[in-house]
């Protein structure tokens, strides 16, 4: 079932377009990596499905009732909230459908007989779905996403406010969450290499579809099964992981260049056939009939190479006593 349908996407800014004449499906359950260079629009392509940015062409349109959850890294986090605050307030729907619950109850002293049928009927609904959802215990799983994230170290009553690593507190608020469509950019950043291994095992182990943007290969390699790459405006899609589409990509990349070289060839010889036979009235219209093969012919276009950074640094003497030396330092 699709859960996600964007059609005819395009997207710019300025004179520089990003996206031209996109169209993406996503389907429940599946896992995708985005990729492309820096700069491809990864990051824009999410917030515009997110609905953070609009774009200049095109639709996007959800399923009815997706609980989508976007990891953004710039949320502001209210002082005087702690961390076991924030992963609780994942729940909050959970917690109005209790109040909803007790307020039901508060009224069924003075309910008729018909109207008490009702309320045992929603009561038992109400029930069902905090049971669904493990409403009883909340608790246990704030402290198993805390305990894996590295939070508990931190302390789970410590502030938000003053926190250096709020992304960890973001990822797991997400987490239990658990929405239909998780989107993640670069959730590995600030993680260490234990808390990395729990989030790999958790996303192996996702029913639910996910979009992650990560540089991190070994760990995007291990939990997507789709790849959809991102390269001179537009958005194409491979089956299987990063390294797969690695091997295809480069076969493709390797049967383009050579059909452009085979027409580049075809392109020069009716070229010259057509400049030197043209005047010509013996071969007019052998040139014709090539002019026009020439004018109906689409060409291939090779993507230009984008320039590779290079570094050179200058030989310095050999240092003293001491490196670097630092004072207060963050890292």
Excluded at 62 to 78: C, I, M, N, P, S
Excluded at 82 to 97: G, N, P
Excluded at 99 to 118: F, L
């Amino acid at each position: 079932m699709s859960i996600l349908n964007v059609e005819h996407l395009s997207h710019g800014f300025g004179d520089r377009a990003i996206f031209q004449d996109v169209s993406f499906r996503l389907l429940k359950g599946e896992h995708i990596g985005l990729v492309g260079a820096n700069g491809e629009g990864k990051s824009t392509f999410m917030s515009i499905i997110t609905g953070k940015l609009q774009p200049d062409e095109g639709k996007v349109e959800w399923a009815k009732h997706v609980r989508a959850g976007y990891l953004d890294q710039h949320t502001v986090l209210e002082k005087g909230m702690t961390i076991r605050d924030v992963l609780k307030s994942a729940f909050a729907y959970l917690f109005e459908m209790e109040e909803q619950m007790n307020a039901i109850c508060d009224k069924m002293g003075e309910a008729s007989e018909d109207e008490m049928n009702a309320m045992m009927e929603e009561l038992g609904t109400i029930q069902d779905l905090l049971m669904a959802h493990d409403f009883y215990i909340i608790d246990s799983k704030v402290e198993e996403v805390g305990r894996a994230l590295g939070l508990q170290e931190i302390g789970m009553d410590k502030d938000v406010s003053e926190l250096s690593q709020r992304t960890k507190v973001l990822l797991g608020k997400l987490l239990l969450e658990k929405p239909d469509i998780l989107l993640l950019d670069e959730p590995t950043n600030h993680l260490d290499e234990q808390h990395i291994e729990w989030l790999k095992r958790y996303l192996q182990e996702y029913e639910n579809a996910f979009i992650l943007i990560s540089h991190d290969i070994p760990f995007l390699n291990s939990v997507i099964n789709l790849i959809y790459h991102m390269e001179n405006q537009k958005l194409d899609r491979y089956v299987g992981d990063y390294d797969h589409f690695q091997e295809v990509y480069a076969v493709k990349k390797a049967q383009l260049e050579a059909a452009y070289k085979r027409q580049q060839q075809e392109i020069a010889e009716l070229e010259d056939f057509v400049a030197r036979n043209k005047a010509r009235v013996s071969t007019r219209n052998m040139a014709m009939s090539r002019q026009k093969k020439l004018d109906k012919m689409e060409v291939i276009e090779l993507a230009k190479e984008k320039p590779k950074p290079e570094f050179n640094f200058k030989l310095g003497r050999t240092p003293g006593r001491y490196i670097f030396e630092t004072k207060d330092l963050v890292i």
